[in-house]
């Protein structure tokens, strides 16, 4: 389900206040706003403003209940069940992010989403693993991605070739990329596409350093 | 100089106007807002609205000269002069960033963010270098990051040292840094912190999957 009207910027925060929920669970079994938003950097109105797009979970006085509203947030962002994602471009920045995530997904219960597939043109890499991952070609994306059912990837592939990837990854059925190449990537409207651009992102910071 | 009232999302476009130009520059000698708006993906009237904080680049009807609107962000950007970088935790992922920025900076004429240092608890590690950069100890984070006038941080080590390494690079005097450590971290007003926090990012994603 995808809730109507609900920007990107309340979706960003509701990862922020699950982290929180995590973190508190087993030691209270309710939250404020006030605390929920100084845990998560937010300020509490906006927190209560933000939950309230998707239903009444606090009770006045009382706050949040921890459980339920953990939840909720985890059915919200489909979290309850795990999540399969690919990884396209087993280079330098790909070989990091498999391993860390595939890391991140053994040792932390709460994150349900597991690399399953790489993909690279490298036939050195073809037909082998990475950390038990399987490594296949660029073609085979057609074919392991709804296989084993991916919905996520990641690209970290060159520039040049990443809106043939992301075009590749459509067809084949995934929902929700995550691009690191730097370039501006075109897909269909019910497909979303992040960009997390690490040369914008330290141009950006630069201004900050004020010299 | 920092701009007086210019809020994080002017400032985030920016960059993505500067790929732009320094991609049509020696082809074209003007660009209208119509079309840096298309190519950085934001509209146009947008453009007009970012640019205009920081002065008047464009004429009536002609639109903006590349060169002069190229050499204005960059100035505002800081990015005419090198800037020195560090990198706090080569791991995985600091290995692969480290390797990334460092053949950015190589290959990319425009891209003047060097990294120039690198820091970990590995004593394995200290001592050595990454494609040519120094690594050095945490406690040397004091003495190297004024030694080598470093301005900009990346952080990629695990959360419970986030805060430590952040302190002690504001207190050395570097004023903004790119954390990839799933934590908040604390910092005085005059240095930026920036989070990037993958896993969030993800899971941010997963709600578009729309199971």
């Not at 209560?48 to 909720?72: C, I, N, P, S």
């Not at 790489?118 to 490594?135: A, E, M």
């Not at 057609?142 to 070739?161: F, G, H, M, N, S």
């Amino acid at each position: 389900m995808v809730w109507k009207g609900v920007s990107d910027a309340v979706i960003r925060r509701l990862p922020l206040y699950l982290r929180v929920l995590e973190e508190v669970k087993g030691k209270e079994s309710s939250i404020s706003s006030h605390e929920l938003g100084e845990e998560a950097g937010v300020r509490p109105a906006l927190v209560r403003k933000d939950l309230a797009w998707f239903g009444e979970f606090g009770k006045q006085g009382v706050g949040y209940d921890v459980e339920f509203l953990q939840d909720a947030l985890r059915k919200i962002l489909h979290l309850e069940e795990p999540i399969h994602m690919a990884l396209v471009g087993v280079g330098s920045l790909g070989h990091a992010l498999a391993r860390y995530n595939r890391r991140r997904f053994l040792e932390d219960p709460v994150f349900t989403i597991e690399p399953v597939a790489l993909f690279d043109v490298n036939p050195k890499l073809v037909g082998g693993t990475l950390d038990g991952i399987p490594i296949y070609s660029l073609e085979e994306i057609k074919r392991v991605v709804p296989e084993e059912a991916i919905q996520l990837a990641i690209i970290t592939v060159p520039a040049d070739a990443a809106q043939k990837v992301c075009d590749a990854l459509v067809e084949a059925g995934v929902k929700a990329i995550l691009n690191f190449a730097p370039v501006q990537l075109e897909a269909p409207k019910d497909v979303h596409v992040a960009n997390t651009d690490l040369s914008l992102e330290l141009q950006r910071l630069a201004y900050y350093i004020g010299v």
